[in-house]
Structures are given as structure tokens and as C-alpha cells.
């Protein structure tokens, strides 16, 4: 039997909202497992927004009672109250919210109001104005979460990276391309989804380096496009644009930096890095991001359990700053019509090899 007392961490329990998704059984789960390997974690349940409630491993510490709970009440918390009467909640207890995010604003003041930390997914919400007052409500207890960060590479690049060396740069260029589709899951556009993982790193490479907070740097979006994969063999197309190559400059001390980020899923070849490029476009740095999401995910879990504040490289002026710029740039995307699934949109031509055309419907 485990005893809390005898624990690593500060805190030793946790709730994931979204348990069923994607994320959560792709990388949070293999990375709980680790943690609760390693004497860090101790108990866990999962929330399931359209099933139940239900305790994972170790099964010798789940509590009596939440094994199998209904979660159905539209209004949220009075069906998660069970988890406060059962104690589960409070100091102890990281709330993680890997919801579609229309679910983000509610879950997390839900889970704010018990006491616990509470750690969010990428994008916190779409709209500036209600995460400005969902952060200000979290106080230092709400963490905002972009694995991406966490990756060993960039973990690296930003201790390595220095302040000349962004001087420098003549473009930073940010590409996330996937040969996977988005399935039947619930997400954002391809600039919320990925491209947000771009304004993230970028920005936090720039304040990093040059020793700034969010609120010392601007984000200029330039010229968008976007463009959505077809599936004519099993008819699908997903409802929101599935790729984004976005334009734009990064502001800081009377300084711009041009930078380029190009997203999508369902192409040909897969390419995920950072690209810090010299004068004449010559390659002066090229920051790998394709190592495992579940690695990086238990680095950020880790530091979310054993910190007294722990520090996700994202601070709240960084984190509106990235929501309006992915705003802008949906706002004025320019929608190119459809890709081939398994082909790469005209307009990332150049940055993968066997390019495809897009058709217009």
C-alpha cells in the first residue's frame, strides 16, 4: 500500500479531464505511468466529460466510490463534486485539463474554486478577453501547458540560445507538419491546434535570450493561408482547416524579426523543428522537435507536481499575446480550398519534398 506520506512530490494525486482523448492516452498516460514508477504520483482518476469517472493504477489507492461515477450534468460541477467530497481535491491535487477546449473556461474555474493547481492545455481559450480574466482568476495556482517546450531540444535551445544570436537571425521558422489525420477528435483550426505551438516557441526562444516577458514583446501577423485535406476514399473532410502557413515579424526593443510558421496534418512527409536562419537565409541553428510528446509531457508533469511554482517557460502576458495572434491570423487567413490527403498544400511547397496541388471545391 502506498502511503501519501511517503511521497516525492508536493502534489500527489491527479485528475485528468479528457482522460478518453487522443492526448491523454498518446502521451499523459504513459507519462502518469512514469511518474507513478518513480514513487512521484500516488493516486489518479480520470474524467471522461461523456462517460465517467474512474480510477486508473495503482488500483491498492483508488478511493472508494469513484470507480464508476456519471458525469453528465451540463453544468459541471455538481456532478464533479463527489471528487471534493471524497477529498480528492485540494493542495494535493493536480487538476489537468486535456478537454476539446470550448470545455477550458468552465472546467478550470470549476477546478480553481476546490483548492488544487490547475494545469490547462493549448489554447487556453480562443478569446483574449475571457482568458485575461480566467488568468487573473487562477492567480499563481493555473498553469498553461505547451509540451512543445518541454521537448529536450528546446529545453536546450532556450538555456543555449543568446541574445546575439536572435540579433542575428534574419527569419525564425517554426514547421510542424504531420502525416496523421485528426480523426474524429474535437479541435481547434490548424493555427489554434499547431500553430500555436509556433507562437509559443518562437516567443519563448526570444524572451529566453534577450531576458524579456511577454508583455516586452509584440507579434505582427503578416499574410495567412490555410487549407484543408480531402479524403475522397472514405469521403472525409474534417470541419475546421487542417494546414496554416503564417507570416509575420516578432517586435522587441525597436528590433523585428521576420518569422514564418507552417503547420498541417494528413501530408506526405513529416518535418517538426525550429529554424533560426542567418543572413543570407543561410541556417544557423535547427532546433529537432521530434522527440516523443509523451517524454515531454512527463518533464512538464514532473515539474507541475514537484515545484512549489513551477515555472512552464509561459507566462501571462506570452500566453494572451500567442491567443491574439492566433485570433489574427485566423481572422485574416486566406482559405485555399482543399489538399489530397497524404500530399502537402502549394503553399508549403519548398519545405518537404513531393509536393501536391490543391484542388478547389
Not at 28 to 46: H, I, M
Not at 49 to 78: E, H, M, T, W
Not at 148 to 157: D, N
Not at 242 to 258: H, L
Amino acid at each position: 500500500m502506498y502511503n501519501i506520506q511517503q511521497a516525492k512530490s508536493l502534489r500527489t494525486r491527479m485528475i485528468i479531464f479528457g482522460a478518453r482523448g487522443d492526448l491523454s492516452v498518446k502521451r499523459l498516460k504513459p507519462a502518469q505511468r512514469e511518474l507513478f514508477s518513480n514513487g512521484l504520483l500516488l493516486q489518479a482518476v480520470d474524467v471522461d466529460i461523456k462517460r465517467d469517472v474512474r480510477s486508473i493504477l495503482p488500483p491498492q489507492v483508488s478511493f472508494p466510490g469513484a470507480n464508476r461515477y456519471i458525469c453528465i450534468d451540463p453544468n459541471y460541477s455538481r456532478d464533479l463534486d463527489i471528487l471534493i467530497k471524497l477529498g480528492f481535491t485540494g493542495k494535493g491535487t493536480l487538476i489537468y485539463i486535456a478537454t476539446p477546449t470550448q470545455f477550458h473556461v468552465p472546467y478550470a474555474q470549476w477546478a480553481l474554486r476546490t483548492g488544487s493547481w490547475v494545469a490547462v492545455e493549448k489554447p487556453l481559450t480562443t478569446n483574449p478577453n475571457q482568458a485575461a480574466c480566467l488568468l487573473q482568476e487562477g492567480n499563481i495556482r493555473l498553469s498553461l501547458v505547451d509540451h512543445q517546450l518541454f521537448k529536450e531540444a528546446m529545453l536546450q535551445a532556450i538555456a543555449q540560445v543568446t541574445g546575439e544570436e536572435i540579433l542575428a537571425a534574419e527569419s525564425l521558422e517554426f514547421e510542424l507538419l504531420e502525416t496523421g489525420n485528426v480523426g474524429i477528435r474535437e479541435i481547434e483550426n490548424a493555427i489554434f491546434d499547431t500553430g500555436y505551438h509556433g507562437f509559443g516557441c518562437i516567443l519563448a526562444l526570444v524572451e529566453s535570450s534577450m531576458c524579456l516577458t511577454g508583455d516586452q514583446v509584440e507579434i505582427n501577423v503578416g499574410e495567412v493561408h490555410t487549407a484543408t485535406y480531402d479524403r475522397d476514399s472514405i469521403g472525409m473532410r474534417p470541419k475546421k482547416f487542417t494546414a496554416a502557413r503564417i507570416e509575420g515579424f516578432i517586435s522587441f526593443a525597436g528590433i523585428s524579426v521576420p518569422f514564418l510558421i507552417s503547420v498541417a496534418k494528413g501530408v506526405s512527409c513529416g518535418s517538426k523543428k525550429l529554424v533560426i536562419r542567418g543572413k543570407r537565409n543561410r541556417t544557423q541553428r535547427i532546433i529537432p522537435l521530434d522527440e516523443s510528446g509523451w517524454c515531454a509531457h512527463y518533464r512538464l508533469l514532473k515539474r507541475l507536481i514537484t515545484d512549489d511554482s513551477p515555472d512552464l517557460r509561459i507566462d501571462e502576458a506570452g500566453v494572451l499575446r500567442t491567443i491574439e495572434a492566433c485570433r489574427d491570423a485566423s481572422d485574416q487567413a486566406r482559405d485555399q480550398g482543399y489538399y489530397e490527403f497524404g500530399s502537402i498544400p502549394s503553399f508549403l511547397k519548398g519545405l518537404v519534398p513531393n509536393v501536391g496541388q490543391l484542388r478547389c471545391f
